[in-house]
């Protein structure tokens, strides 16, 4: 299959965000109806406790090993990988298994009154994540050969049937907000995996077909798989059961994962664990969490996917910067130093624009009790995170895709450090400034990540002429019309909130516009290289 990583990465990227951006939609619809139909209190078990122990599980079962096959895959012995691929459904198993014990032993139980189906939650996530996991290896090899839009279609029918189910029930009993959610959560992976088994079921047969009237056919004779057997895990014979080389490297990532997941998810495990929050603030915290993570994730997280999985094919681990493809390497730097201007230039807006927005969104979102409590605070704490988010989570991709195995683990023994200092920090800012000490805490720990992956970054590129990092410095005129629109919406929201929110919103909307046509106007060569790619693709 011939194959242009970076055409396929610009599509996966699009597409996810095409995608991200219809999930948040719907999303911030269902978590707008779910607020004035469900009590705080259940929010909190559902979006902090559940959905931790769904993230705990799937990280710590799976991530790795997606993370390592999915490097160089255009190498790759797939019975082998299969194989090895197939080791998360009974480490899902077993991880499922002691959390599910944790969260239903350990951890305190919410009362009667908040939800009496807390247990059926628990065991109908850890159900969930083990039933997900059977798609692994159709997940793998959709991503290797470049299937870009089923994983868009999956996902859009695992949130559609997500949606209709929860809703439906919850329109029917909101008391039982819980047992609806789970029952959701369960019956959407269920079709999730059943359209990745029927869909390469089809594929298969009709490439078959292909192959049996065609002799030699360059678009089918590159699919390895003949038959949905290929994807099951088997025996095989005269060669090694899986690829030990690539069990190596996920061994380098399952430690990096359980660091990342600490670094993720730390505020919620304070919370879980050590009960700084109630679970009515625990779900405050979450429904301003999740509209203030609105750009990251349906914005950056798309395009860090796809970064990671474009650096990973064009750029050799093990091999020295000056010592590979040099038009390889051309372009590489060049896409990485345009992905930061890009991602930076996002966070900066965000940033300048959310500080005399967020009451706004807030009051649209969740009515006033929302807005004017504390909830304006956490919004305008987060945007600053969002900056963060932004740089650390492409200079990481980088660094991630790039890195060999001894710089990996490198990296996730620092990363023990960074863990450690986030609970402690966690755990410190939270009891002195309460809610806004847990973003505080986590825009330090994103900080030290940014400087440490940029070190690695302007190591890697030292003596020769490429200079990536220079994506970050923003352009004077955008600045300058970033910092005088600031200012200006700063003052509209102290004296037109109130009385004339209207004015107030289209003096923002008139600035933004503005601003980004000066962004537009400095980086005429990136806005002229993505129009003329999104022709191309027209076409």
């Not at 247990?119 to 692994?136: L, P």
């Not at 009237?213 to 005269?238: A, C």
């Not at 990485?336 to 009451?359: I, M, P, T």
């Amino acid at each position: 299959m011939a194959k242009n990583f970076l055409k396929s990465s610009l599509e996966n990227a699009s597409l996810n965000i095409i995608l991200q951006i219809s999930f948040r939609i719907v999303t911030f619809i269902l978590n707008a109806f779910v607020i004035r139909h469900v009590s705080q209190d259940a929010i909190g078990v559902m979006y902090v406790r559940l959905l931790l122990l769904e993230s705990t599980i799937l990280t710590l079962s799976r991530l790795a090993f997606r993370k390592a096959c999915i490097s160089k895959t255009d190498t790759h012995n797939w019975p082998q990988v299969i194989n090895l691929i197939w080791l998360t459904v009974p480490l899902g198993v077993i991880t499922s298994l002691i959390f599910g014990y944790i969260w239903l032993n350990v951890l305190s139980r919410p009362e009667d009154h908040v939800t009496q189906h807390y247990t059926f939650g628990v065991i109908s996530i850890a159900a969930s994540c083990v039933i997900e996991m059977c798609s692994d290896s159709l997940y793998l090899v959709s991503q290797a050969f470049l299937f870009v839009k089923l994983r868009i279609f999956a996902e859009l029918i695992q949130i559609f049937v997500r949606t209709v189910i929860f809703v439906l029930l919850i329109l029917k009993s909101a008391e039982h907000a819980v047992l609806a959610f789970s029952i959701a959560q369960l019956v959407s992976l269920m079709a999730y995996v059943v359209f990745f088994y029927v869909y390469f079921y089809w594929y298969i047969r009709a490439n078959n077909r292909r192959r049996s009237e065609i002799k030699k056919d360059e678009g089918t004779d590159d699919f390895p798989f003949h038959s949905m057997v290929d994807f099951l895990p088997k025996r095989l014979q005269n060669s090694e059961q899986i690829d030990w080389k690539l069990l190596i490297l996920t061994w380098s990532f399952m430690k990096q994962s359980v660091m990342m997941q600490i670094l993720t998810e730390g505020e919620r495990y304070v919370m879980t664990l050590i009960n700084v929050l109630s679970f009515s603030e625990q779900g405050v915290f979450d429904v301003v969490n999740n509209l203030g993570s609105l750009a990251a994730r349906f914005l950056f997280r798309p395009i860090e996917e796809s970064a990671y999985f474009y650096f990973s094919q064009l750029i050799h681990r093990d091999v020295d910067i000056r010592k590979q493809n040099k038009s390889s390497m051309d372009e590489a730097a060049h896409v990485l130093e345009n992905l930061l201007r890009c991602v930076s230039s996002l966070g900066l807006l965000v940033l300048f624009f959310g500080q005399s927005y967020a009451k706004m969104a807030l009051l649209l979102y969740g009515g006033r009790n929302l807005a004017f409590g504390l909830g304006a605070k956490l919004l305008k704490t987060h945007c600053v995170a969002i900056l963060l988010m932004a740089i650390n989570g492409s200079t990481e991709c980088y660094a991630l895709s790039t890195m060999n195995t001894t710089e990996l683990n490198k990296y996730n023994r620092i990363m023990i450090i960074f863990s450690v200092s986030f609970l402690i920090a966690s755990w410190l800012f939270s009891s002195l400034l309460g809610s806004v000490g847990f973003i505080v805490a986590n825009c330090c720990n994103m900080l030290a990540r940014i400087i440490y992956c940029s070190y690695f970054i302007k190591r890697r590129y030292k003596n020769t002429r490429y200079k990536p990092l220079f994506g970050l410095i923003p352009k004077i005129w955008f600045f300058i019309t970033l910092f005088v629109s600031a200012i200006v919406t700063f003052v509209s929201e102290v004296y037109l909130f109130d009385e004339h929110l209207i004015v107030h919103f289209f003096i923002g909307a008139v600035l933004f516009l503005i601003t980004v046509a000066s962004w537009m106007y400095q980086e005429k060569e990136l806005v002229g290289m993505l129009v003329q790619n999104w022709k191309k693709k027209r076409e």
